[in-house]
């Protein structure tokens, strides 16, 4: 990482050093080898979501030959992949594509100033040395391209429980979770049924600090589904076509194995519960009532279904340590929870696993010539670029699919808009929606951390160009032919101007 000066300009900025931002700043390197590009990350070291959580068995829900980087084989056996080897995948990419020398780390973004007049965005950074001294600096660029993921880093959903001072033990957020925190011969209360609770229920119960006993206390049901972490037919294809050919053809299997499975379960959702109910049904010990704890009220894919590698979650189940009770808390009392139901649960160690606080923009608030950018009232071009906003790019990625398929569509797209500005003169680029333009919700997931965040999200057309779709296949043959249209206006700076002076993009 380069020292740097009080201010400091680029061409394009990339905000976030996790998955999408490293890959985001490869691409548009490797695009556009004559611009300056920089990388800020606000944390002091990379990775994003695979730095940040750190608690027992953290790991990816999507199978990693999708969700890496389709120019960067994923070369490990394990398909279904821990932290530990994410981060070191992603330092990889660093290091191989050169990106240390453009990446700021410690450089949180607090302020994002648009001028029409100098057709540049002037952010305001809070740059933090190794000695934790803070200095304001400020960078201009020509174009913003934010990759900071969709949740809050500094807090995580936690509901009031009433008593909560009245525990005598730990309790503790995933989120927040010490790295060095020692659970060994602990009895553990995990709240919450998600992909989070899913795997840090087994991976509490392995090795030589193993917890106690470790409860899944859920409200609500989720789908559970087992998935070997270890692809064998990709172990195969590499032997045969070698590290390149055989990643690129076990990519396109997982995509379209991914897709039938969704688009089947949620065309037919009767079938799919019971397939569901099924399988579960099988891996489940004969003590456990599969309808009471595996029979969520809503269909599958209304949420995101739960993968437990190699069925680890169920095998717990049938060991005896572990076990999931469906009921509410009345409240929390010294030496555990008590249930509505009358039960009690003593716990040691309580875990919050209660979910995400949706944000996007890192939380930053952008403005345009001083008028602050309303979220909720923006709709999104292609689901990346923002109606109203000049020259800023968003990655959002995909809900039923890996979240990162999507990260090459976007800077293709971000790319051509950037060769018609280069190509005819324009300093700016903002799309346009039209007035009459139909719109729905953003996202389709009935989650509770998005219902939350509904209110405040940008909304998505009915139609092409302003819609996206929330899996691979059907999304990406929205980005087939020409991506620019005239949704999108293209000016020429005008200093002290009252508005742009639009050019049509087919124009």
């Known amino acids: ?11 394009i900025v990339v905000i976030g050093a996790g998955i999408s931002g490293i890959g985001a700043a490869r691409h548009l390197m490797a695009d556009f080898p004559g611009k300056k590009v920089i990388l800020l990350e606000s944390r002091d070291s990379i990775g994003g979501t695979w730095d940040l959580f750190r608690y027992p068995g953290v790991r ?11 120019f960067k084989p994923w070369r490990h056996r394990s398909a279904i992949a821990e932290a530990p080897l994410i981060r070191e995948y ?10 240390d020398d453009i990446l700021r780390l410690r450089h949180r973004v607090t302020a994002a100033d648009w001028s029409s007049d100098e057709a540049r965005w002037t952010l305001q950074v809070t740059a933090t040395d190794e000695a934790g001294t803070e200095r304001t600096k400020t960078i201009k660029t020509r174009f913003v391209f934010s990759a900071t993921g969709y949740y809050r880093y500094e807090e995580g959903y936690t509901p009031p429980f009433e008593g909560r001072g009245d525990f005598r033990g730990d ?9 060095d925190y020692d659970h060994s011969g602990k009895r553990v209360v995990i709240i919450g049924s998600g992909a989070t609770a899913v795997t840090m229920l087994p991976a509490m119960l392995m090795g030589e600090g193993a917890a106690a006993h470790v409860t899944m206390l859920q409200r609500t049901p989720s789908y559970i589904a087992s998935q070997p972490r270890v692809d064998n037919i990709a172990v195969k294809l590499t032997k045969l076509l070698g590290a390149k050919r055989g990643y690129a053809a076990t ?10 499975l969704v688009s089947s379960l949620r065309k037919f959702p009767d079938f799919g519960r019971k397939a569901l109910r099924r399988w579960t049904l099988k891996e489940l010990p004969a003590d456990v009532d599969v ?13 995101r279904l739960c993968v437990t590698p190699d069925g680890e979650f169920f095998k717990a189940l049938r060991d005896g340590d572990a076990e999931v009770v469906t009921d509410r808390i009345d409240r929390f009392i010294e030496d555990g929870i008590l249930l509505r139901s009358g039960k009690t649960l003593k716990a040691d160690l309580i875990v919050t696993a209660t979910g995400l606080v949706m944000q996007l923009l890192g939380g930053i608030q952008p403005t345009v010539d001083g008028r602050p950018v309303k979220m909720s009232d923006v709709v999104l071009y292609r689901g990346a670029l923002i109606s109203g906003v000049p020259n800023w790019a968003m990655m959002l990625g995909y809900t039923k699919a890996s979240w990162t398929l999507r990260l090459g569509n976007v800077c293709r797209l971000v790319g051509d808009v950037l060769r018609r500005m280069d190509a005819n003169g324009y300093d700016i680029a903002v799309p ?3 007035e009459e333009l139909a719109t729905t919700d953003l996202l389709d997931l009935t989650a509770g951390y998005m219902q939350r965040a509904k209110p405040h999200l940008p909304r998505q057309g009915t139609e092409s160009p302003w819609r996206m779709h929330t899996t691979f296949v059907k999304d990406n043959r929205l980005f ?14 005008t200093p002290a101007a009252a508005g742009l002076t639009s050019a049509a993009a087919d124009s």
């Open 480 to 493: 087939k032919g020409q991506l620019v249209d005239r949704n999108i206006r293209f000016s020429v700076r």
């Open 90 to 99: 992603l330092g990889e990419t660093v290091r191989e594509f050169g990106l």
């Open 171 to 179: 309790i503790l957020h995933p989120q927040h979770w010490p790295e």
């Open 432 to 434: 346009v929606a039209p």
């Open 291 to 303: 309808d009471t704890h595996f029979n969520p009220p809503y269909a599958p894919w209304d949420e």
């Open 1 to 11: 990482m380069k020292d740097t000066d009080a201010s400091e300009s680029a061409d």
């Open 251 to 260: 990519r396109l299997k997982n995509i379209w194995i991914d897709f039938l």
């Open 60 to 70: 990816s829900d999507s199978d990693l030959h999708t969700y890496a980087y389709e």
